[in-house]
């Protein structure tokens, strides 16, 4: 059972002058990150509890400490940690414990010190025989708190305690006047980790004219002795594994390991004696496999295990330094080097070798780099010429050709990339747009500027730069073959693949950019109405080539030079506003950013209004419409002509003397952006009268922003 595991000095360890009291408590076994709940409740005459502190703690190498400030008074304090609870009840007194404290700091006899220690706060760890050993220390600092009282007599008597045992000890080892039997049962008794087959070194190390040295003044040094043996045996018994790369003699040095000290070998490396030896002698074990291998089969999987074993452990030691020891601070073994039609190579090699050429992982890693040579220089040779290449017709030259020799082969079988006649390589077009050759470009575009490819990058490119090309020949061959566009599914199609391609560059150009503007033209498609849809795919064949298009380029481009106007005029035909204005800011159409808010909002359903209203629809191209928008002379439905209009009104409207042409330069101004039907002339003179004489006051008088404004004005003076 995972409990609660204290003793009631470490659970109440301090009381001090400043009120703080410390809890401790130990959890075995407590994940790491994991938390306990730590509460202390007051208790009354009546034994009733109230709480006075609450904290979750972070249990730490298994320990709760947390400090509290409180009053004097009795507390119970209960530990919370998962389903489990444990509690206990203690007083605080502070000024009692100040004064237990005082006594102690003024003892100056030891009868003084005595009496003082036998405070309550004390007595419990106080030994009375120990007298001599607590003045001496006492006379040297004074204490502040219980807890350093209480912690010192625990020094002082596992220290008196253990000159004691060292004492029985020694006379034993003394008067077993050079008995081994009797001197492996003392040291069995009294010490950890010791061996009975060490017995002669334990005797070398612990005696000196059949008695104890005089240098050994404790049972510390016994044992530090017994594990100075102990290591002396582990190392030789390493060696003698390493030199003949034995499985019985691994085992053997594995039982000299669990004698070692179970400690730290370095401070704060985090790896103990033990678990240092036991990782070297795992990569024996591994190297045996390799050896042992009887197959090809045996041997990938012993290598693949020494290539984990190598990779895990270089991870673990990583910025561990032991002093005087190697630690694996490099991967001296790569699985990636090895190559599968070598492994009988690989296995006759390493078969040739003594065992002091194949005890270590960089042994094996340079038997496998020699038997690669002999494979690997065609190889190294095609891939310094791909690298090498600069343009795409020296690329596809060094793929396709055949270096001098009686048995050459292209490049490309010695790399691995398939260009034979069944080949996706072989499917791609030489005619009109040679689309083998566009490989070639991809792979100078693509190719990594500093290192140049590797025999895998290259493969995976290849592959993927061929299938990229297979899709945008298909998607040409759409276009090419249609007597009918139904969709745009010839763009999707090349959007669909760019996302799945694996590599930065398509003929020279982002393939980022690529998806970026082909999604654009989707949607610009996605827009049109139906009509429109119908009218650009029939253009895209309409304006096909005799002999089709040669790239898929070209069908891109077909269908993207016809969208801006085919938008334009969809906006429109929508009665789409928000869409129209989105057109006339992205062109950039000059003066519009100037308009208001509403203006702009206005005047571009004027626009769309006055071009629906037209008995017939005149369709638009995107320049003819912003160059109309632009207009300088104050061309009807220009952005000046409307600017103008609203200020026609405001002057016409705001003239101090009214008069007949005053009234005349209104009706005019009016007239200019609405139809006055039905009024005669009297009644439009009625109405400027009305306008004027509803001016309002002030020196600004009529300010409208938007011809809705002036509609407004006339409808309310008629």
């Known amino acids: 059972m995972r409990g609660f595991k204290y003793t009631e000095q470490s659970f109440l360890s301090a009381i001090d002058t400043t009120k703080v009291v410390t809890i401790k408590a130990t959890v075995p076994e407590a994940e790491e990150g994991a938390t306990a709940n730590v509460a202390i409740f007051a208790v009354d005459e009546e034994d009733e509890r109230t709480v006075v502190a609450n904290k979750d703690v972070e249990i730490e190498d298994g320990v709760v400490e947390v400090d509290f400030d409180i009053d004097t008074g009795n507390y119970v304090v209960v530990v919370t940690f998962e389903e489990e609870t444990a509690e206990k009840p203690f007083a605080i007194d502070f000024e009692a414990a100040n004064d237990a404290v005082d006594a102690v700091n003024k003892a100056d006899t030891q009868i003084k010190l005595d009496k003082a220690l036998k405070n309550p706060y004390f007595v419990e760890n106080y030994v009375e025989e120990n007298i001599v050993a607590y003045q001496s220390i006492v006379e040297k600092e004074d204490y502040d708190t219980v807890a350093e009282i209480v912690e010192k007599l625990k020094d002082i008597n596992k220290a008196e305690a253990a000159k004691g045992e060292f004492a029985t000890v020694k006379a034993a080892l003394n008067a077993a006047e050079g008995n081994q039997l009797t001197i492996i049962g003392i040291l069995n008794d009294n010490f950890e980790d010791v061996n009975d087959d060490y017995i002669d070194g334990y005797m070398d190390k612990i005696f000196s004219n059949g008695e104890v040295k005089s240098d050994i003044e404790d049972k510390e040094a016994i044992q530090t002795a017994i594990y100075d043996v102990n290591e002396e045996e582990a190392e030789a018994a390493y060696d003698k594994a390493f030199k003949s790369l034995k499985a019985e003699d691994v085992a053997a040095a594995r039982v000299a390991a669990e004698y070692l000290e179970d400690a730290e070998f370095a401070t704060d490396a985090g790896i103990t004696k033990q678990e240092f030896a036991n990782d070297h002698l795992d990569v024996l074990d591994a190297l045996i496999a390799v050896y042992d291998a009887d197959s090809d089969k045996d041997l990938k999987s012993a290598l693949v295990a020494l290539d984990k074993l190598d990779t895990d452990l270089v991870e673990k030691y990583e910025g561990i330094t032991i002093p005087e020891y190697s630690t694996f601070d490099s991967e001296d073994f790569d699985i990636d080097s090895v190559i599968d039609e070598q492994l009988s190579e690989y296995r006759a090699a390493i078969k040739a070798k003594n065992p002091g050429e194949r005890n270590q992982r960089s042994d094996i890693q340079a038997i496998i780099t020699e038997a690669n040579q002999e494979v690997l220089a065609p190889i190294i040779e095609a891939l310094s010429a791909v690298n090498n290449a600069t343009d795409a017709d020296e690329m596809k030259l060094v793929i396709e050709e055949e270096p001098e020799g009686d048995d050459a082969v292209p490049y490309a079988e010695t790399l691995g990339l398939d260009i034979g006649e069944d080949s996706d390589y072989a499917k791609l077009k030489t005619y009109y747009g040679d689309r083998q050759r566009s490989v070639s470009v991809d792979l100078v575009k693509n190719k990594p500027a500093d290192s140049g490819y590797t025999l895998e990058g290259l493969q995976a490119i290849f592959n993927d730069i061929v299938a990229t090309r297979l899709v945008t020949q298909e998607s040409m061959d759409l276009v090419n073959e249609a007597e009918k566009l139904e969709d745009i599914s010839y763009i999707t199609m090349l959007v669909d693949r760019f996302k799945e391609a694996d590599y930065e560059y398509h003929s020279n150009k982002k393939i980022s950019e690529r998806i970026t503007d082909l999604e654009g033209f989707v949607k610009d498609f996605n827009y049109l109405s139906e009509e429109y849809q119908e009218k650009v795919l029939g253009k895209v064949i309409e304006d096909r080539p005799n002999d089709g298009y040669s790239r898929s380029s070209n069908t891109i481009k077909a269908l993207s030079d016809q969208l801006p106007d ?82 026609a009104f405001n002057t016409a409207a705001n003239e101090d003397e009214i008069d007949a042409e005053a009234k005349a330069e209104l009706i005019e101004a009016i007239e200019e952006v609405m139809e006055l039907e039905g009024l005669s002339k009297v009644d439009k003179l009625n109405l400027v009268e009305a306008i004027f004489e509803a001016k309002p006051e002030g020196d600004v008088g009529y300010a409208v922003k938007t011809i809705a404004e002036i509609k407004a004005i006339v409808e309310a003076s008629l």
């Open 566 to 647: 085919a938008v334009l005029n969809s906006a429109i035909l929508k009665d789409d506003a928000v869409k129209l204005q989105e057109i006339i800011v992205e062109e950039g159409v000059e003066g519009y950013t100037n308009l208001t808010r509403a203006q702009r909002t206005e005047f571009v359903q004027y626009t769309i209004d006055k071009a629906l209203a037209a008995d017939e629809y005149d369709e638009k191209t995107l320049e003819g419409f912003k160059g109309a928008l632009e207009a300088s002379d104050g061309a009807k439905d220009s952005i000046k002509w409307y600017v103008d209009a609203i200020e």
